[in-house]
């Protein structure tokens, strides 16, 4: 059973698209995130929602929004895609409470805008 | 407010041991150990609270001094299947707020 799955793997675009991807956890957690990991490896986390509430927004632009119609969804849709948002983007989820649980990552999608 | 890890990268041989360091100019709830092999997701090792706990898995182990913040990871014995980038994750309070560091490059050769 895939804990945390994440569609598409690879997406390939043109500038100025729009774009969705989907995650989903079924793990019960109540928290989840998205990162994005540039070509340098850098991991920067983007948003994060815990029950559905967004809590981080990172100084990411109103291009990217994020949406979680229930605790187990977090979707990213991508308004007018630029080189620039090339990259992986990693969901997570986690429970967050008294001791804190570790992240548990999707596999990934890897953006490329031409 | 990401920590900051050290060194950037490491090379060894398999048996030889390796330590690698992560800081936070901000008091830490809790950091986060994982590690990420090339085209695979992150996967986690171990977390450490404050209260400058150490943990270990095998040969596998992990310190978080509170005072200093600052935790460093220990892999002894190394073998090759150690190879990857290892992210120290670390969290300030609560929030649902995980900043990591910018890795750390293990090759393990044999």
């Known amino acids: 059973d895939t804990a945390v799955s994440q569609t598409p793997k690879y997406l390939v675009t043109q500038m100025g698209n729009d774009k969705s991807i989907k995650c989903e956890q079924n793990?019960?957690?109540?928290?989840m995130y998205w990162y994005k990991q540039d070509s340098k490896k850098f991991l920067k986390i983007m948003f994060s929602?815990?029950?559905?509430?967004?809590?981080i927004n990172e100084t990411v632009p109103n291009r990217f929004s994020p949406k979680s119609p229930d605790k187990a969804h977090l979707n990213l849709h991508i308004n007018s895609l630029e080189l620039g948002d090339s990259a992986v983007y990693f969901c997570?989820?986690?429970?967050?409470?008294?001791?804190?649980?570790?992240?548990?990552f999707g596999n990934g999608t890897r953006l490329t805008v031409t | 407010q990401q920590p900051v890890q050290s060194p950037q990268a490491v090379i060894l041989r398999e048996g030889e041991d390796a330590v690698i360091n992560c800081s936070s100019s901000?008091?830490?709830?809790?950091v986060h150990w994982y590690r990420q092999k090339h085209g695979e997701a992150p996967v986690f090792l171990m977390i450490?609270?404050?209260?400058?706990e150490q943990k270990g898995h095998e040969k596998i182990s992990a310190s978080f001094n509170e005072k200093k913040q600052q935790s460093s990871l220990y892999l002894t014995a190394s073998q090759l299947s150690y190879s990857g980038t290892y992210f120290c994750?670390?969290?300030?309070?609560?929030?649902?707020?995980?900043?990591f560091g910018a890795g750390t490059r293990l090759t393990v050769k044999p």
């Open positions: 997570a989820s986690s429970q967050v409470g008294e001791g804190h649980s570790p992240l548990h």
């Open positions: 793990l019960g957690h109540d928290t």
């Open positions: 929602y815990n029950n559905k509430e967004l809590i």
């Open positions: 901000k008091a830490l709830y809790s």
């Open positions: 450490l609270l404050k209260g400058g």
């Open positions: 994750g670390t969290e300030m309070s609560l929030v649902h707020d995980m900043r």
